[in-house]
């Protein structure tokens, strides 16, 4: 492995690094020869101890360079000086492991303390092997899943030197207008929970520092998705209620679940910038949850400070956030905390004691993930690791559970295998490895990445002849100015100028064969950081693409790639088969295949609700009832009030029957509990999952609540005609809310609805009491 010592270095030198080193040894004294880290959770007293031991030697300078992250670009050796000089506790962007190892070598080898780096990357769904986009993992309703794909995200990240993930993103988003919406479990805090605490176990395993894994960081926190008018970055206003009972929950599953790292989000939260937000940052997050990881700002977000018309200038801006409750300040170029820190010392502003506070659990997870004994990588192993077939296969089956069947009008999926001899296969994003993916995909292989086209080619083989039209140009988005600085590989630009040439070929195509195969939808930066839409129209010509094919007469099915619901109501109502694949990953094409030829079943729900066009938006099936009820009459006069799919929708090759809803009692005192159950059967002809789902309402209390809220649901597969019985647990957990009329968490005397089905419109129903 390369070291910073030059060759030929003189025996100066050589005695430096023995000095160096024995400096390492007592740095690390009673554990340099302890069992190697990461076989079993690190001793938390020993933790404390080591980061004493640091904090006690290292100057004011050291510990505020511990609070500062840079991005691995912009000028020439900036990051390098600022790491050779101790100035630097985190870099991010780096995914090379020559890279991480040489810069590794700069922190250890050539600043006073030889404290190891944390490198941070945006670990989304995935590293090398790309796994569905997160709003697909949520919409497999199957935690397990996302445990499971972020398990493999880390171990590859991790083979190049990655310690820390940007990712799990627990904003709740009920406007998909919102670009990130793609980014998370969608509308509900209860699926979005579960979604936040899989994450986080697959991220970290069992404990920060297990082998192969990595830290996890919520973001952002909090309130991004209900940006107003869904504008990326815009602010906020959520009252109590909502923050509590809504947006903060998945925030607080995953403190529970162990989360190592939060984010601090861009946005002004009720009028003040979640950066510098002193309530969110410390009295929720350190009080009330006892939170004892650490907060990394967003890129830039402190010194935005100034933008927001919150702070007066970069030093305040830097004084202001670290007040707040941000830990380690994450920039380009250079940070606030670099400016003001040590100047907000000397004038007393900030103690010397708090920057030490501040500066102890970045030390601490350091310690606890075991870099001051292995802080390189072995670069062939990462090889072997990125390589690793089984990853690629884990994704397909993660794809393959997290596509949503939207409609199938007389059982034409799944398609037989020998009843269609030429296919036609059409549509802008069928054959784009790019749109594949989904945004937030870095560091993949495109050359491994299957399209719809592939898929379907390798799986029909010569059994019938696959032809491809794209028929219409995609509109997509500009690409960034930052992708080449991050070394994104361009994604093809088109235009809005169509072809008339191939439009007509793709309906020549469709004409001259026994089934139309559409892949339409979203390019893949359509969705994502700063792409949000004013429309959720199919993109440019793909809506009358798509008319012009059914025109045709032939059977024809249509494959969504999409990060948010998007405007079908036409194709709801005259296209007889709809699968929704969100963007797959890397094997996205043969998981589409399998679904289509009924080598797998669909059985994802979908994560929000699918709202019939803009107009709709928000809608959300937990709102409130009113004194005119949906059931008295439409919400607009001109549209439907009821969306077009109902959250938790999904439809498969088999049917399922819900039936005899037992409740084990109808009498609960608060802060019991008692079961739920339901029998579930496969009353179709296929081996299939279905998800149970189930709802309660409070029908009174101290402030209304939502129509219903889900609060249980498991995933499970039957086999034609088997029939299982399903249960769920009601209690304090289920039952508690934050009351903003009492200003009090309360689990209330009230009646109580509960319904059990296949989504939020089931309709088996029970009821029960909650007394006092
Ligand atoms: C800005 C994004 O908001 C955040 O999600 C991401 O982790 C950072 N940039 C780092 O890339």
Known sequence: MKTAIAPGSSRMNARKIFLRSMLIVVACAPFAFSQSPGDTPP????????????????????????????????????????????????????????????????????????IPLLFGFDVIHGFRTIFPVPIAMAASWDPSAATKAQTIAAKEARSVGIHWAFAPMLDIARDPR???????????????????????????????????????????????????????????????????????????????????????????????????????????????????????????????????????????????????????????????????LATAVERGEITAQEIEEAARPILEMKIRLGLFEHPYVDEARSKQILAMPEHRVASRLAAERTAVLLRNEHELLPLSKTAYKKIAVIGPLADSKIDTLGSWAFRHDLAETVTVLEGLKSKLGSQAEVS????????????????????????????????????????HLANSSDLAILVLGEAQNMSGESASRESLDLPGREEELLEAVAATGKPVVLVLLNGRPLDIKWASEHIPAILDAWYPGTQGGNAI????????????????????????????????????????????????????????YGLSYSTFQFSNLKLSQTQLKSGDSMDVSVDVENTGASTADEVAQLYIHQQYGSTSRPVRELKGFQRFTLAADEKKTVHFSIGKEELTYWSTAKKAWVEEASKFDVWVGGNSNATLHGDFVVTQ
């Open 593 to 648: 295949a399998n679904l289509l030829f009924g080598d797998a079943v669909p059985g994802g729900k979908l994560p929000f609700t699918w709202v019939r066009d803009v107009g709709q938006v928000s809608t959300y099936y937990a709102h409130n009832t009113t004194q005119a009820p949906e059931s008295q009459g439409k919400r607009y006069w001109d549209e439907e009030s009821t969306p077009l799919y109902p959250f938790g």
């Open 43 to 114: 001793d938390e007293q020993t933790v404390r101890q080591r980061a004493d031991a640091l904090l006690q030697k290292m100057t004011l300078d050291e510990k505020i360079g511990q609070l500062s992250q840079l991005f691995n670009f912009g000028p020439a050796k900036t990051v390098d000086d600022a790491v050779s000089k101790g100035q630097l506790g985190s870099v991010l962007f780096v995914t090379d492991p020559a890279e991480t190892n040489r810069l590794q070598h700069l922190a250890v080898d050539q600043t006073r303390m030889h």
């Open 178 to 340: 919102w670009g990130r919406i793609v980014e998370g479990a969608g509308e509900d805090p209860y699926l979005g929970s579960a979604m936040a605490a899989a994450q986080v176990r697959g991220f970290q395993g069992d404990y920060i520092g297990a082998p192969d894994h990595i830290l996890a960081c919520m973001k952002h926190f909090a309130g991004y998705g209900a940006a107003i008018g869904g504008r990326d970055y815009d602010e906020a206003y959520i009252p109590d209620t909502l923050l509590y009972n809504v947006y903060l929950a998945p925030f607080h599953a995953a403190v529970k679940a162990g989360i190592g790292t939060a984010m601090s989000a861009y946005l002004d939260l009720n009028d003040v910038p979640a950066t510098g937000n002193r309530w969110l940052l410390h009295d929720v997050l350190r009080e009330q949850w006892k939170f004892s990881g650490f907060v990394v700002s967003d890129a830039n977000s402190v010194k935005s400070l100034e933008i927001h018309r919150f702070a007066k200038d970069t030093y305040q801006a830097g004084v202001y956030a670290f007040k707040a409750g941000v830990n380690m300040e994450m920039a380009l170029g250079f940070t606030a905390y670099s400016k003001s």
């Open 468 to 507: 491809f039209a794209q028929g219409v140009q995609i509109r997509r988005k500009t690409p960034s100015m930052l992708d080449p600085i991050l070394g994104l590989k361009p994604a093809p630009v088109w235009t809005d100028q169509q072809s008339t040439e191939e439009f007509s070929n793709a309906t």
